[in-house]
């Protein structure tokens, strides 16, 4: 190993701070030598030409091996690169550097990420440069506010596509040229190269692409049309709304394989996770989620691409608006209505991660180095975030809102903003009391509580803030639901330190909902009877969004100790069959799967209250229509809550399936993935991958070989994850999720102790994101008792890697939780 691959250093804030205000850097040309598609390393080369008002900084390298580095013609010594970084001494006012090293192919994710198809033997490679990646495949300054022009010349196989942030030339076969038209910040460039499968289109002038491994080709047809639509749409409605056009050229969209994140959003090249291009049958709401992802990056296209965040700081910025956006985006330009999704799913995301002892402000966070900023790159800056600007547009209103949004992009197009920028835009644009404003919403972290106090004809609203924080301002509407499970909103009210004016309700009122259209970032209350009236309201209500904001609740008063488990399984019995959207289905069977039946009840009890989930899950497969998304969403979680390995063996051969429902390669193998979970045969597993070798089949097949209830087999996942193994990272996910499952407790036992102790040390050999997802996977989620919180409080007081250490701390506040919950059971 060379002096510079031993470790890196983060880059601080203090230290990019310096850099930008020296450097300026005018272009950067990167040659890749990709003809060596086996070997462990590629050859990369840097030309950087910058001005300097100073006389040393240092560049990023993150390679195996450097082999040269130049500053106007005179080499530097090799060996005082370290820690990823070359220091450059004896800059003049205009410099060109040239560092030419060795990279390697990553398998985590992250750089230039190299995937074999196990389908057909074909090798893929992207690249992730986000969040402070990009040395990892070519050397360069890497800091968000040092955008510059880009150049990658691409030697590669010939046959194969090459994508980036702009128009592939073909220079010559096996040689390609992109030229980016516009300045990128590192941490979104990218390269897309293999022989990937494509469908290409055009709408309003811009060429579109779609590709995918070349195994997933039809797959990748069959959705094309729908991808294509949503894009389409997306343009011509941000088009209308940021009032200036798309500006990388081309656009291209990857779905690529082992990818950690939903998607990341590089100028004209963006890369999602392949599973959006699935496999199996996809739903309404599938399809729906991912034309949220697909609108969340392009809104990234204005804000995050044109207009960049100086510092990771303001990284909740980028995540927000383009989560806000899209919902937006989707719900008034295309067929998917996502606001019952962000609902049900994403606000119970974010509502989670914002009581969680690991909590921090929206906004304001120092991010004092770069990896400290991707600890907060969560369900904070993307769901909580998104709620609250919908809630500023409510309080400035929609025009100043715009207005405002509007005068930020024309005003630092292709350059760096603050949140500051932002908020002198608004204020531009009419916005009152916005520094009060973001002080109350932003720059505090938790949820205030928002119940219903019975008045004379009828109710306040009170807010109770989260420990140590003020009460933030609300603006509601609240809603009145009678007994024919009608529901009627009122007009909005306010509530913050001062209760709301009494609002008046007319009729006989079974329940009343502080927040009937789910705008609130609260959590929600009924009052001093209040369960008991939404037992009597919830069976009935007709209204979808009123329903979103009530099951909500329930589920965070059973995090809070609240609400019994046993009467939150009572109201999925009673009103779940009589919701409408197959998402709520989905998010609340879950949860009742995995928490009500599960952490949150006695051992003892988890099978039998597993069997009422069952229940539930199969009346509505059985009043489901036939081939209907919601037959096939709840035959999933019936198929995961079976106990029967004859019935599951039964389904894998395709019989006794409900009416019309055919069995995809994803039901298959979660028919296998269960049938494994129950007993120590391997008889299906190995039909199964005899059946499909896909990449996806392996990760399935990960998954269910840590289910199976075998000593030996618990032993050898448990290798997977704490020692390092050249295991996909997707792999090493699966083979968590699976180890844990419920009702193997006696086996698994043992390792929740070694969990605690063993998990550290898997940052000697792991990095970033994978670090820090493996470690959540792994997390003993079934072990809710007080040695468990005793090893981890141990845990957390030894040093622990700052991904380790989050995902150590928000999972022990999940199992926290439930212990606190379990307290009453006899
Ligand atoms: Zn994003």
């Not at 003020?470 to 809603?479: A, D, E, I, L, N």
């Not at 609400?563 to 998010?587: F, I, Y």
């Not at 009346?619 to 036939?626: K, M, N, S, T």
């Amino acid at each position: 190993m060379s002096a510079g691959a031993d470790g890196r250093t983060s880059l601080t804030r203090a230290e990019a701070e310096v850099r930008a205000a020296a450097v300026s850097v005018h272009s950067v040309e990167v040659a890749l030598d990709l003809t060596d598609e086996s070997g462990p390393t590629f050859g990369s080369r840097s030309v950087i030409r910058f001005s300097s008002t100073t006389s040393e900084t240092f560049v990023d390298f993150a390679g195996e091996e450097l082999t040269a580095a130049v500053l106007n013609g005179r080499p530097l010594d090799l060996a005082a690169w370290s820690r990823a970084r070359i220091p450059l001494t004896g800059l003049q006012a205009d410099n060109v550097l040239e560092v030419e090293g060795r990279m390697g192919y990553s398998s985590d994710g992250e750089g230039l990420h190299r995937h074999v198809d196990p389908a057909d033997g074909r090798t893929y490679l992207y690249a992730m440069s986000f969040l402070d990646a990009a040395p990892r495949w070519y050397a360069c300054f890497d800091q968000p506010d040092l955008k510059t022009r880009c150049t990658f010349d691409v030697t590669a196989p010939v046959g194969w596509t090459v994508l980036g942030n702009g128009p592939a030339e073909v220079l010559e076969p096996g040689r390609w040229r992109i030229v980016s038209a516009h300045p990128l910040s590192t941490y979104f460039t990218t390269l897309v190269a293999g022989p990937y499968a494509s469908v290409h289109g055009e709408h309003d002038g811009i060429p579109l692409g779609l590709h995918v491994r070349a195994s997933l080709r039809a797959e990748l047809e069959a959705q094309a049309p729908d991808m294509l639509a949503v894009t389409a749409a997306s343009f011509d409605y941000y088009h209308r709304l940021f009032g200036i056009r798309y500006p990388f050229g081309e656009y291209h969209q990857a779905f690529v394989p082992d990818f950690n994140a939903g998607a990341m959003e590089n100028p004209g090249c963006v890369t999602f996770r392949d599973s959006y291009v699935p496999r199996g049958r996809i739903t309404h709401a599938e399809q729906g989620t991912r034309a949220g992802t697909i609108a969340h990056e392009m809104a990234h296209q204005w804000f995050g691409d044109l207009v960049t965040m100086r510092w990771w700081d303001d990284l909740w910025l980028n995540e927000s608006f383009a989560e806000y956006l899209a919902q937006r985006c989707c719900t008034e330009a295309t067929p998917y209505a996502l606001w019952t999704e962000f609902g049900i799913a994403r606000k119970d995301w974010g509502s989670v991660a914002d009581q969680s002892p690991s909590t921090h402000p929206v906004a304001g966070n120092e991010a004092p180095d770069a990896a400290a900023a991707l600890q907060n790159f969560d369900g904070i800056s993307y769901a909580k975030g998104a709620a609250v600007l919908r809630q500023l547009a409510t309080y400035v209103g929609d025009d100043v809102f715009l207005d405002g949004l509007r005068d930020h992009i024309s005003s630092h197009a292709y350059g760096n903003a603050t949140f500051a920028d932002l908020v002198g835009s608004w204020t531009r644009a009419g916005a009152q009391d916005l520094p009060a404003w973001a002080q109350a919403w932003l720059r505090t972290s938790g949820m205030d509580t928002l119940d219903v106090e019975h008045a004379d004809a009828g109710v306040r609203l009170v807010a109770t803030p989260s420990e140590g924080s003020p009460v933030r301002p609300h603006t509601v509407q609240v809603g009145v639901v009678d007994e024919a499970g009608a529901l009627t909103v009122l007009d909005p009210v306010t509530v913050g330190s001062e209760p709301s004016p009494v609002v008046p309700v007319a009729g006989p009122a079974v329940l009343v909902t502080p927040d009937a259209t789910d705008v609130a970032w609260a959590k929600v209350r009924f009052g001093p009877d209040g369960w008991e009236r939404v037992a009597a309201a919830l069976p009935t209500l007709q209204d979808e969004t009123a329903s979103v904001a009530i099951w909500n609740a329930v589920r965070d008063a059973v995090r809070d100790a609240d609400l019994d488990p046993r009467a939150a399984l009572d109201l999925v019995a009673t009103s779940l069959p009589q919701q409408r959207s197959e998402v709520v289905w989905d998010s609340v069977l879950a949860f009742a799967r995995t928490q009500l039946a599960g952490v949150y009840a006695p051992v003892g009890e988890r099978a039998g209250l597993a069997a009422r989930v069952r229940e539930v899950a199969w009346r509505l497969v059985d009043g489901a229509a036939p081939r209907s998304d919601r037959q096939l969403v709840s035959f999933r979680q019936a198929v995961r809550l079976e106990t029967d390995p004859d019935r599951l063996a039964a389904w894998f051969d395709g019989t006794d399936l409900p009416p019309g429902l055919g069995l995809d390669p994803e039901l298959v193998w979660s028919v296998v993935e269960r049938w494994c979970a129950l007993g120590t045969g391997t008889g299906l597993l190995d039909q199964a991958l005899a059946r499909d070798p896909s990449a996806s089949g392996q990760v399935h097949a990960a998954r269910a070989r840590a289910a199976r209830p075998d000593a030996e087999a618990k032993a050898a996942a448990w290798r997977l994850l704490v020692e390092p193994s050249p295991a996909g990272a997707y792999e090493l996910y699966a083979t968590g999720d699976g180890f844990w499952t419920a009702g193997q407790e006696e086996l698994t036992t043992p390792y929740v102790a070694r969990y605690f102790a063993e998990i550290g040390g898997t940052a000697r050999f792991r990095e970033g994101w994978a670090l820090g997802q493996v470690a959540t996977q792994a997390f003993p989620r079934t072990a809710a008792t007080p040695e468990a919180l005793q090893a981890a409080d141990a845990a957390l007081r030894t040093d622990l890697a700052a991904q380790v250490r989050r995902a150590v701390v928000d999972g022990t506040d999940k199992i926290r939780r439930a212990v606190a919950s379990l307290a009453r059971w006899p």
